[in-house]
């Protein structure tokens, strides 16, 4: 894990550049000058619980998240996303999730906008595990390409694995999870179908509705469905938000345990999720 004075550094360091950024963008505005195609904005956020699809990525524990985010008028647009991840699931790291991506946003019809991209998970310094403490050359880092499609408040997107799902091959499938697989190929091709529709209920509270599934290539077991309920509230420029999040992955794989082996977590277990999140 990141330690705890390394994560309030950055996170100060993102507030100020953010900041800075934001009043740079107020005088512009205020001198009344031309609106330029470009927009960069930032975000911040705390978590009681980081969950990926469902499974936990802090042991059940919370996490420190931020990124910066590039868009053009012309619908193209640019990321950095990233977060504390457990050292428990993503050993010999540093405890860091590291996501860049980048796409094309473009409108259908009047209605219905569409979304192209790719998006690269690094976990720096992180190797898979052969046996406790005993660290292999293959890394966790996953890419994906994907398709989205938006309408009013629904949006549905279609991801899919062109590298190994997060190291998982024949080579990694007897340690890659909490239980051993059976050596079946390579899991390219792995897909992730994520759903969702908000509410606005009014005085600034949203309603947020979630599904998604995931379709591990060859190894089947591995496959499941995830579901989050949230509501949002704005207060004063920061963003608080209730969820309830699980999934019903089969917890025989979904699970992890600390560095002596003990104190086993499933990570798919059904929680209330509590963030606070701001964005520049």
């Not at 001198?31 to 927009?39: F, K, R």
């Not at 499974?55 to 059940?60: E, G, K, L, P, V």
């Amino acid at each position: 894990m990141i330690p705890k004075k390394h994560l309030l550094s950055i996170s100060a360091g993102l507030l100020c550049i953010l900041g800075a950024a934001h009043a740079q963008t107020s005088g512009a505005a205020a001198a009344d000058q031309p609106a330029s195609p470009h927009t960069l904005t930032g975000n911040i956020a705390a978590v009681s619980d980081y969950r990926f699809r469902g499974i936990s990525q802090s042991y059940r524990h919370p996490a420190i998240q931020g990124g910066f985010d590039y868009t053009h008028a012309s619908g193209f647009y640019l990321g950095n996303w990233n977060s504390s991840v457990s050292s428990n699931s993503y050993n010999n790291g540093a405890g860091l999730e590291l996501d860049l991506y980048g796409g094309y946003r473009f409108p259908l019809t009047q209605n219905l906008s569409g979304d192209v991209g790719v998006l690269h998970y690094m976990y720096p310094g992180a190797k898979l595990n052969s046996a406790p403490a005993t660290p292999t050359g293959n890394k966790y880092d996953n890419t994906e390409i994907y398709v989205g499609l938006t309408q009013g408040a629904f949006n549905a997107k279609l991801s899919y694995a062109v590298t190994d799902y997060f190291g998982l091959n024949s080579t990694t499938a007897g340690y890659a999870y909490f239980n051993a697989l059976s050596a079946r190929g390579n899991s390219k091709g792995t897909t992730y179908l994520d759903l969702n529709y908000s509410f606005d209920l009014g005085k600034q509270v949203t309603l947020g509705l979630h599904a998604g599934h995931t379709s591990v290539r060859r190894y089947s077991e591995l496959s499941y469905t995830d579901y989050k309920v949230s509501v949002a509230k704005e207060f004063a420029g920061v963003t608080l938000n209730l969820a309830v999040v699980g999934a019903d992955a089969d917890n025989k794989y979904y699970q992890a345990t600390n560095s002596a082996g003990a104190n086993p977590k499933k990570l798919a277990k059904t929680a209330l999720v509590i963030s606070a999140s701001k964005t520049f």
